[in-house]
């Protein structure tokens, strides 16, 4: 079964500390996976698009990387701002899949930043 | 999103009434939309798509269906809604080069 799974649950770092992000999927082959960022309440916004080609896609302080080999990716945030808070979705495309309904969506990373 | 509009944000029905959620959106014609539905703690699932006028396809057998009548209106409704039913609804649009656009959801709860 193509599952997306995502590490840790919840997490709270101070302000202007690193932090990384896990996501493991057994989705094989797959097309690309995606970071997205979701404000409370709000829809997601993307982050990163990579395919299942490339190692590392960064966008501003947000850098993912992507081990096929292994099935992980990580999302790493660099000196983490208050408005860095907000839950972080790892989500896979499928080989094959032609259009976004075949996503597979993991349940999300929630950071809390603190000043 | 600026290009996504989903009304209302906040909505509170009681257990059986209807539900009628409208999302338009902006720009390329002809858009792939989709209803997702998002529990708490729980990833994003998909409810509906459309890739046209009047074209719907269900991925999730439930007490919601949804409609198309126009190019960028895609409305989601119940006739009767279920304690189930609560969560976060989002609207998206599918972009260009594998992206997606969503609208800022509405947030039902049935009592």
């Known amino acids: 079964k193509n599952q997306v799974e995502q590490s840790p649950q919840s997490l709270i770092i101070l302000e202007g500390k690193n932090c990384t992000l896990q996501?493991?999927?057994?989705?094989?082959?797959?097309?690309?996976l995606r970071w997205y960022k979701q404000d409370t309440g709000r829809g997601p916004v993307s982050l990163t698009i990579?395919?299942?080609s490339e190692n590392t896609k960064s966008n501003g302080r947000y850098t993912a990387t992507l081990d096929a080999d292994t099935k992980q990716s990580s999302l790493h945030i660099t000196a983490s701002q208050l408005s860095d808070s907000a839950s972080y979705i790892c989500?896979?495309?499928?080989?094959?899949?032609?259009?976004?309904?075949?996503?597979?969506w993991g349940a999300g990373t929630k950071l809390i930043i603190k000043p | 999103s600026q290009t996504i509009h989903q009304w209302p944000a906040t909505l509170v029905q009681p257990v059986g009434s209807p539900l009628s959620l409208e999302c338009t959106v902006e720009?390329?014609?002809?858009?792939?939309l989709y209803w997702y539905r998002q529990a708490a703690g729980r990833g994003l699932q998909l409810l509906f798509y459309?890739?046209?006028?009047?074209?719907i396809s269900s991925e999730v057998p439930q007490n919601l269906s949804a409609s198309r009548p126009q190019d960028r209106q895609f409305i989601l409704s119940s006739k009767k809604l279920l304690l189930s039913d609560s969560g976060f609804y989002l609207c998206?649009?599918?972009?260009?080069?594998?992206?997606?656009?969503f609208g800022s959801g509405t947030r039902l709860t049935v009592v």
């Open positions: 998206a649009k599918e972009g260009e080069v594998y992206g997606y656009t």
């Open positions: 720009g390329t014609s002809n858009p792939n």
């Open positions: 459309s890739v046209g006028i009047g074209q």
């Open positions: 996501c493991n999927y057994t989705v094989s082959p797959f097309s690309n």
């Open positions: 990579m395919t299942f």
């Open positions: 989500v896979v495309l499928p080989c094959g899949g032609d259009s976004n309904y075949q996503l597979i």
